[in-house]
């Protein structure tokens, strides 16, 4: 698995001790020695709050740290002047995505799409920033027609992304199919798959009805049956994500992007029986 890249996802935390707790978290998992850690962006309000204090802190621990912006509800001036933040605070790598406007806030703003963010931070930064962004294996829920998601993740890549990460998914087929998909479109970019820890079922069914992510039937069921065991839940979890890891490695996948909740005991354990 040498020459792959691993990397940590998390969500600024809002009180003092859940601060603490991710503290723990990145120090433990600075010891794998990951490519970065990136923090998340809400869609307004009090969810942008922290985002940049967090990667602030991680830096200073020594680590690299990438901040997550969305432009949705954002006016250019706004996006502009969180850029000029990140630049002077040394930043050097975003991921720009579009975002989701919390239900029964009404869209607003000057970006529709990503790849309008991506465009609009070449503009303003030039080549600045290193800029990863999102895309769906298993199809983005507001995608009709399977050859858009191509059309529509090309379309960030062109404007000038240099890496992207998926959204998670338990199928390892259809992130091979997309990678190829996507070669065949002239998309050249590392596409980094997204993996999911199973640590909660009702959590993870909630997401993945929310984004579009398909928890594959055997697994749902099992998953399931389990109820509140969360020893049974977190066992069967190891093993099919491990396993979906090595697959995604042995055929070839750049590295792997965990969605950690904050929390790092299962992204460790998983990394720890990878040997990565
Ligand atoms: P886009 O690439 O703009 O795509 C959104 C939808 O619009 C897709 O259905 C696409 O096919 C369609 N589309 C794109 N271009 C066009 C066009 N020209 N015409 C018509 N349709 C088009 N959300 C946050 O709020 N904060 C975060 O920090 C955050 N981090 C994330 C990290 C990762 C790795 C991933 C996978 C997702 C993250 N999200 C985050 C969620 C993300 O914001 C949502 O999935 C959002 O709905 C889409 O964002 P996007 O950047 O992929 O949008």
Not at 104 to 109: D, E, H
Not at 114 to 119: F, I, Q, R
Not at 187 to 204: A, H
Request: overall charge positive.
């Amino acid at each position: 698995m040498a020459g792959r890249t691993i990397s940590f996802e998390f969500f600024p935390p809002k009180t003092a001790e859940g601060r603490a707790r991710l503290r723990e978290t990145w120090q433990g998992l600075g010891a794998l020695k990951p490519a970065f850690f990136s923090v998340t962006y809400g869609a307004g309000g009090s969810t942008r709050e922290g985002t940049l204090e967090t990667v602030l802190e991680i830096r200073k621990g020594g680590h690299e740290a990438a901040p997550h912006i969305s432009c949705v509800a954002s006016s250019r001036q706004e996006i502009a002047a969180q850029l000029e933040r990140y630049k002077s605070s040394g930043i050097r790598h975003v991921v720009a995505l579009r975002g989701d406007l919390p239900s029964g806030l009404a869209a607003a703003g000057e970006f529709r799409y990503a790849s309008e963010l991506v465009e609009f931070i070449r503009k303003h930064s030039g080549d600045w920033f290193r800029i990863e962004v999102a895309c769906y294996p298993e199809y983005h829920p507001q995608t009709r027609y399977a050859k858009d998601e191509l059309r529509h993740f090309k379309a960030k890549v062109d404007a000038g992304a240099n890496g992207a990460i998926t959204q998670y998914f338990y199928n390892a087929d259809g992130y091979f199919r997309f990678v190829e998909e996507a070669r065949a479109a002239g998309i050249g970019v590392p596409i980094v798959p997204g993996v999911m820890p199973i640590g909660n079922f009702s959590q993870l069914a909630r997401f993945s009805d929310a984004c579009g992510a398909e928890i594959p039937r055997w697994m749902r069921l099992k998953l399931e049956g389990f109820y509140d065991d969360a020893a049974s839940i977190r066992a069967f979890g190891l093993d099919i994500v491990t396993a979906l890891c090595r697959r995604l490695l042995e055929g070839g996948a750049p590295g792997l992007h965990f969605y950690t909740l904050n929390h790092a005991p299962l992204a460790a354990e998983i990394c720890r029986r990878l040997a990565l």
